[in-house]
């Protein structure tokens, strides 16, 4: 079954994914977990509301009694899962992914995240017989609304001294939905919204704020009302993009750098995690805040792993997603944008724009992140790592290679790894100057071949 994936389960309705199938996932989901008591919530999708009626019905199937609910980001589920007492649960979603699609992310008691090696793959398993049906013993059904809960928890993330305007696309997803409550615990904010109608078919962008292209209405509209800056969150509002107030876009890994003294100055001398995607700059700032950078692999099992483990209360990943440890360890597009609201609502930017304030922090010059499709990966990766001996090798993910240190003009690293959700090869290059970067970029085109 293709819709087991490294770190959800998500595939087309209702080809692939459909009520029969999710009531097999809830009723195995139960027994995998032994559990008596289990939380769901669901996104605005047209067909989450019998997806999450069939997963209940397989959780109390197999004895486990089932807390409902209804409409709930991913963040917002991961919130109700550590507050509830219960065993896990999941959220019925397919996050940015078009509308046609659903899937759903699990957890573990303590919002702990269930992927393909902690669950998933045993759970394919386990839904590869026939529905074993009801038990002898039924679990029962019940409602808890968790908005107001959530929306003081993240409201609760800023202290906001001075009045700020910001521009939020919630692009038809669950943010329109959590993000009202949270801005009515906001006085000193005024919004402007955009899509933040629920609407499972997306009808005016995809709701991934990655591509630069469904960032444009939150530009357009910030440099048309002055913003101090606009924030763009994906369908389940686990993830978020920013944009400055002349509307150029912000790297995740530039505000994972931006807020990292935040956190410090409440957690002195503790990690900052990040991925080994993100800019140099990121382990240059912590450093310089007293912190400790935690360089780690992509994925959000890998950075939730390593923050419980090392006690690590804040941290990001290029792909938009930023990680609390007093959110029960897991990430939040909507405590991410109120982190952004209290930083630039406070004595800290000393009236300096963030696009001033991220300036200094453009210090290198970045591919982005670059897609091949590649036969042979791993003959690839071998190639590569051939190639360039000369530098300085990891393993951490995929290849990383450096050559000479940042202060040097012809300093450069890069790294290349397989994608864990798609047939991908993924390059990022970072240089000290642009024409290094470009040099070196074409250097690894003509090995990786055309970028897709």
Known sequence: MGI????????????????????????????????????????????????????????RDAGADVVRLGLASTPMTYFSIGTIECDGGLCVTASHNP?????????RA????????????????????????????????????????????????????????????????MAGHTLPAVLERLPNVKVKRLFFELD??????????????????????????????????????DRCCFV?????????????ALFAPVFLERFPGTGIIYDLRSSWVVQEEVRKAGGTPVRERVGHSFMKATMREQGIQFGGE??????????????????AFVTALGYMGSSRPMGQPLSKLIEPLRRYHSTGEVNFRVEDKDAMIA??????????????????????????????????RASNTEPLLRLNLEASSEELMNERRAELVAMLGDPV
């Open 200 to 237: 499972g078919t997306f009808p005016n962008h995809e709701a991934n704020p990655l591509k630069e292209e469904n960032l444009a209405f939150t530009q357009e509209a910030v440099r048309a009302e002055g913003a101090d800056f606009g924030v763009c969150l994906d369908g389940d509002a």
């Open 99 to 107: 509308g046609e699609y659903n899937g759903m992310k699990l957890c």
């Open 383 to 416: 190639s590569l790592e051939e190639r360039y001996a000369e530098g300085k090798v990891d393993h951490l993910d995929g290849i990383t290679v450096e050559f000479g240190t940042v202060d040097d003009p012809e300093w450069w690293w890069f790294n290349v």
């Open 4 to 59: 087991f994936k490294a770190y959800d389960i998500r595939g087309l309705v209702p080809s692939e994914l459909d009520a029969e199938l999710a009531r097999k996932i809830g009723y195995h989901f139960a027994k995998l977990l032994n559990a008596r008591r289990l939380v769901v919530g669901q996104d605005m999708r047209t067909h989450s509301p019998e997806l999450a009626d069939a997963v209940s019905e397989g959780m």
């Open 110 to 173: 303590g919002a702990r995240p269930v992927s393909r090696d902690t669950g998933i793959a045993e759970l394919e398993t386990m839904c590869a017989g026939p529905y074993p049906g009801p038990g002898e013993k039924r679990g029962r059904e019940e409602s808890a609304n968790m908005l107001d809960a959530y929306a003081a928890h993240v409201a609760g993330f800023a202290t906001i001294e001075r009045e700020l305007e910001v521009v939020v696309d919630a692009s038809n997803g």
């Open 318 to 335: 290029l792909s938009g997603h930023f990680y609390f440890g007093e959110n029960f360890v897991s990430d939040s597009g909507e405590i």
């Open 244 to 256: 400055d107030e002349t509307g150029r876009t912000v790297g995740a890994d530039l505000m994972t």
